[in-house]
């Protein structure tokens, strides 16, 4: 972490917790931004507890996320939810192009784009999912990888007037419990870092960029401390609310220190 940046703890629910169990889950992270004061916490339900969830964090430092978004405004498109309408729901920010989307939903950078832009466009800041796979990490390709999803929505990004995140997700790395070696993720956000310097330095000063995969209490602080990893993308252990306040814990004191 940098003291230039505030650190941004966010919570992707993935498909759990949409009813009821949402609702007290988005209660217990309320309880946990009273003790981390220097940290932007973000939960991320699922679509069926998006209002719910902001109504109970309403008057309260947490902020809502969305998991995705469609690219149009409104129309025909069955079963999709749009900008505007989570806007309405009482969202802040969306995850866009998480790999679970790229691979399962065939979302390609054109698609990742468009929905990037219409997030920005309503008003949402998008945290923007980039990550090799395990195949490509072990082909030597990490940066080639990930610089391709950087570039893709860079243009858009670099001229939002609202904050915007990256996360760098490994995919080998989400949901495995297997994360990134700390020297490993550093270089990554690094490079990160300075391809969005190349669009502008004070974007790149001020831009979050958040690790995720695995993320969990016992390697938040080796992860956390690297210099350029401004948060985190938490999915399994942001499930409940004692380990995600665990690691909320970690970034809030690594801001005093
Ligand atoms: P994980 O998921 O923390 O369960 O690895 C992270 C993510 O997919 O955002």
Redesign the pocket.
Known sequence: MNAKRRPLIAG?W?MHHGGMSGIELAAGCVKISNHTPHVDLVIAPPYTALAAAAHGCDGSPVAIAAQNIHAKDSGAYTGEISASMLVEAGCKWVIVG???RRQYYGENFQIVHDKTCAAIDSGLRPIV?VGETLEEREAGKTLEIVKREVVAVLPVLAKSTIPVAI?Y?PVW????GKNAQPSDAEEVHAAIRNWLAAASEEFAERTRILY????KPENAESLLSCANVDGG??????LDAKSFGAIATVAERLTAS
Do not use: M, P, Y
């Open positions: 992707n993935k998480h790999s679970e999912c996360a997700e790395a989400i949901g495995t995720g995969g695995s993320l993308l938490i999915g399994g252990a942001s």
